[in-house]
């Protein structure tokens, strides 16, 4: 028996909650019953009216180690027994500190030598169009153009939008003339004339797969072939690992599958275990050594956020770095993708028919299950 009031609850949301990517008029049609989700446990979800799912895309590639990961509400609740959040502006906050020496740690034989915070895959973005519009300002150069991928998608504000997500819902406006242009592959790029070229100040991709393009898969080598191009033409390489960051694709991000190190890279999603939203890009020192004085005299960044640094994010994304190294995330997750393409492919399938024999209070299963179906593995 349920103590929540379900009907009260839907009667509640379609009088005063607008859904994103929704036809609201189907939304709040008296026969849709949508679900309220309540609770969840490793791999499952409750609804209000106790029935159980399993979290089979994540939470959109939000969730890594499961719901309700000891070590990660752990962290999460020191934090708040100490303060939520504090400004970033002028201040610095433990929590933010750690987070960046321990990211930057995984980059440590690279160039990435900096972190910068935003709320969101899409805010990173912008925070990466910002810093490579601004270094190209600095260096009196006249790029100002961004490439990104047909099919692509790297958010919904309104810079990153321009990159993908504008053309593939048909939301772009004329009167907004961001300064993109899209490309179908590697080659179109390799077609580009010397005046185009001298244009543009960076590519953005997704490595390896495109997630709301249907989770297309880039042919092998693309991301080195980009990678290649930007070195030749002195453009900056932006790689969007929002969705495929922390495990998705089997290493710990997908640009390592080809030896790739791009001038800016973007993380969310994944990383905070999917409790809080907080976003990092990681820029080079090349382009943050040009950035060397103050906004008034336009050296400095001019951009950042109300919760930029946010404390409660950054214990969670700290404690979530920790459980995989503690529990040994990405070695057992290579053994699980074998399996599973022995077993027919579906690492669903496997769940279910484990999970009756699984303790459903001991959690540790349940949340290497979550962390152990990447992106392009959910049927």
């Not at 300002?137 to 990159?163: E, M, N, P, V």
């Not at 020192?285 to 409660?312: P, R």
Request: glycine letters at 8%.
């Amino acid at each position: 028996m349920s103590d929540w009031n379900t009907k009260e609850l839907i009667e509640a949301d379609k009088q005063f909650v607008w859904h994103p990517f929704t036809d609201m008029r189907e939304w709040c049609a008296a026969e849709h019953e949508p679900l309220v989700l309540v609770e969840g446990r490793g791999a499952l979800l409750c609804d209000s009216r106790g029935r159980e799912y399993i979290d089979g895309n994540s939470s959109i590639w939000t969730n890594i180690h499961g719901h309700n990961h000891p070590h990660i509400n752990a962290a999460i609740c020191r934090q708040l027994d100490l303060v939520a959040h504090t400004s970033f502006l002028g201040f610095t906050n433990p929590a933010a500190i750690e987070l960046a020496r321990a990211i930057l740690a995984l980059f440590s034989s690279t160039p990435l030598y900096r972190v910068f915070f935003s709320d969101d895959g899409s805010t990173g973005i912008e925070v990466a169009l910002r810093v490579a519009d601004q270094y190209w300002q600095l260096r009196r150069s006249k790029r100002h153009r961004f490439i990104a991928f047909r099919s692509g998608y790297h958010g919904d504000t309104a810079g990153a939008a321009s990159l993908g997500a504008a053309a593939m819902f048909q939301t772009r406006s004329p009167r907004w003339d961001f300064p993109t242009m899209q490309v179908p592959d590697i080659n179109a790029l390799e077609a580009l004339a010397p005046g185009e070229i001298a244009k543009i100040a960076a590519v953005v991709i997704e490595p390896l797969i495109q997630g709301a393009a249907g989770m297309r898969l880039w042919p092998s080598g693309t991301l080195r072939a980009v990678r290649d191009w930007c070195s030749r033409t002195d453009t900056l390489l932006i790689v969007d690992e929002v969705m495929t960051g922390f495990g998705r694709t089997g290493r710990m991000f997908a640009c390592e599958h080809e030896g790739v190190t791009p001038d800016m890279m973007v993380l969310g999603k994944g990383l905070t275990g999917g409790y809080l939203p907080l976003a990092i890009t990681l820029i080079s020192e090349k382009l943050f050594s040009a950035f060397d004085g103050s906004v008034a005299d336009g050296k400095a960044l001019a951009y950042g956020h109300s919760y930029t640094g946010n404390a409660l994010g950054c214990a969670a994304a700290k404690a979530s770095l920790e459980a995989f190294e503690n529990e040994g995330v990405l070695e057992a997750l290579q053994s699980k993708i074998r399996a599973s393409w022995r077993e027919g492919g579906s690492p669903m399938r496997i769940y279910c028919r484990n999970r009756d024999s699984a303790n459903r209070n001991g959690r540790g299963r349940l949340h290497r299950s979550a962390a152990s179906w990447p992106a392009n593995q959910t049927n």
